[in-house]
Nanobody, 116 residues
Framework: QVQLVESGGGLVQPGGSLRLSCAAS????????MGWYRQAPGKQRELVAT???????NYADSVKGRFTISRDNAKKTIDLQMNSLKPEDTAVYYC??????????WGQGTQVTVSS
């Protein structure tokens, strides 16, 4: 069973930065793509950024140039560095991990609020 634990959310002023982290349980195996998604109140969950086990990345247009996703395969972690945050980035951010041939796993979510 893969368990994902997120950390790093909080309240930040517009223009500020936050770093989110997600750690998969040590017993996890065959983890393929990982990524961050977000869901704002009244909206559908949307992709923020993904990263393959080889390090290839993909970003939503709305965060390109501001957010950076990184991965440590040995530690089974991914991070999301978020810079130049905007009020519209406010959402619950979820970590996702695709266990190859098994299923997709989600973290419990961490709140990010961008407000002055």
């Amino acid at each position: 069973q893969v368990q994902l634990v997120e950390s790093g959310g909080g309240l930040v002023q517009p223009g500020g930065s936050l770093r989110l982290s997600c750690a998969a349980s040590r017993s996890s195996f065959n983890i393929g793509n990982m990524g961050w998604y977000r869901q704002a109140p009244g909206k559908q969950r949307e992709l923020v950024a993904t990263i393959t086990s080889a390090g290839r990345t993909n970003y939503a247009d709305s965060v390109k140039g501001r957010f950076t996703i990184s991965r440590d395969n040995a530690k089974k972690t991914i991070d999301l560095q978020m810079n130049s945050l905007k009020p519209e980035d406010t959402a619950v951010y979820y970590c996702r991990a695709d266990q190859i041939g098994v299923r997709t796993h989600w973290g419990q979510g961490t709140q990010v609020t961008v407000s002055s």
